[in-house]
């Protein structure tokens, strides 16, 4: 793959109301394009959506919001410059190869000493994926069957006909939300804990008001049930993004789950910790996943060693290189993995869409589940989502929560191939 010309370019998109995490908020989320073009005139593009906040909240502390996104922005710009004019083997290749130079750039621009990988994998994410659909062009490949390197395939070889839709509950969800969410069917809630209800960092009572929280959730959503647990039980994805600083804080929670009885409708808890701190979790009797503190190989076996038995997968937000070789380092060790979101644009979550449908489900599910809660958030969601080229068709919209996959949506791989190399369905 010799890469001749890059273009990038960027949108900013609103959000209906302020977004709440790690301890901070963001109001809007900027959408890149990168379009790559070879030797022979083939070109394809790709779509990012930045989160800084999520990747490195550090870069997001020492800038404002517009400046953080910039110094993303432009460290793909860079990035995306300094690839041209060489052969690759593939898209792995390059992200294998400038994922820690684009570390750099970001660094150099933002003032900082370092940033974290995630951050620069964030930033890679629309040039991997049109490597990606630039390498499918050269080779004839028109699935994303045919993109999956046959290391992963038998972790990939599921075929769901339906995908169950994970809603995201942040911190500002009021119960009436919650409920209308529930009567429309969803039965994999993800909770937002590690709150920070008085901005003093004070753990407490981030974790008192973290249980009280949970509390009446877990009220609220035990009047329901559902065909897609094997419990019959709406089940809770907890995610507190590294925000419990001790392990002894996380028993505590998990000591509140069982005095309430909502322990055993804990699929896993994601990311106790802060990324440096590296607890043993093989004692903690619920199921621990790792996020934002795995950006390698290295860093899934290291989790694994350390009793972590779940993944998050964000082939939107780490790349789908990344991805694979994070699936590949798993090996056959017993991990669980699912596909979550990064409040991404209409394309990124057919990207998303395409990993999950192959996953095996999650314990306690019946159904594949992937993330996505872009229509949550955006102001213009449905603006957002004219530029999908197959926008019309049944599987891009949810049934009651329940995505339903048919054999046009593999044939067309969620239309990801027609939105990145042009054509028609």
């Not at 998109?13 to 070879?38: C, H, M, N, S």
């Not at 600083?245 to 409708?265: D, Q, Y």
Request: charged residues 25%; glycine residues 8%.
């Amino acid at each position: 793959m010799y890469i001749t010309d890059t273009h990038c370019r960027y949108e900013r998109q609103p959000l209906k109301a302020p977004f709440a995490f790690k301890g901070r908020q963001i109001t809007e989320l900027w959408q890149t394009e990168v379009r790559l073009t070879d030797s022979h005139g083939r070109s394809a593009a790709g779509w990012g959506t930045q989160s800084v906040l999520w990747s490195d909240p550090a870069v997001f502390q020492r800038h404002t919001e517009f400046e953080a996104n910039a110094i993303m922005f432009q460290t793909t710009e860079r990035l995306a410059a300094a690839i041209r004019n060489q052969e690759w083997e593939g898209p792995q290749a390059i992200v294998r190869s400038m994922a820690p130079r684009a570390a750099e750039m970001a660094a150099a621009l933002s003032g900082q000493p370092s940033v974290r990988l995630t951050f620069a994998l964030n930033a890679m994410v629309g040039l991997d994926n049109a490597a990606w659909l630039l390498e499918a062009a050269q080779r004839g490949v028109t699935t994303f069957d045919e993109l999956v390197p046959p290391v992963v395939r038998p972790v990939l070889a599921h075929r769901h006909n339906r995908l169950g839709l994970i809603p995201l509950i942040p911190y500002g969800s009021g119960l009436d939300e919650i409920r209308a969410l529930l009567e429309e069917g969803s039965f994999l809630l993800k909770i937002k804990v590690g709150a920070d209800p008085h901005g003093d960092g004070d753990p407490d009572a981030g974790l008192a008001w973290d249980m009280q929280r949970i509390t009446e959730i877990h009220h609220l959503a035990s009047g329901y049930r559902t065909p897609y647990t094997d419990s019959g039980h709406v089940l809770y994805y907890l995610d507190a993004n590294g925000r419990y600083g001790s392990k002894a804080v996380l028993e505590r929670l998990i000591r509140h789950l069982e005095r309430i009885g909502a322990a055993e409708r804990v699929v896993l808890i994601e990311e106790p910790f802060p990324e440096a701190l590296l607890e043993d979790v093989h004692d903690i009797p619920l199921r621990m996943a790792a996020d934002e503190s795995v950006h390698s190989a290295d860093d899934v076996r290291e989790r694994l060693a350390l009793g972590y038995r779940a993944f998050a997968l964000k082939p939107i937000a780490k790349t789908l290189s990344m991805t694979f070789d994070m699936l590949a380092a798993a090996g056959s060790g017993g991990a669980h993995f699912f596909c979550a979101d990064l409040t991404v644009n209409p394309i990124l979550v057919e990207w998303n869409k395409n990993v999950a449908a192959r996953l095996p489900p999650l314990p306690g599910l019946r159904v594949g589940v992937v993330e996505a809660n872009g229509w949550q958030h955006y102001a213009h969601w449905e603006e957002m989502k004219r530029v999908h080229p197959m926008r019309h068709r049944p599987w891009v919209e949810t049934r009651r929560f329940v995505f339903e996959l048919d054999e046009e949506f593999y044939q067309q791989s969620g239309g990801i191939f027609i939105a990145g190399l042009g054509g028609s369905p």
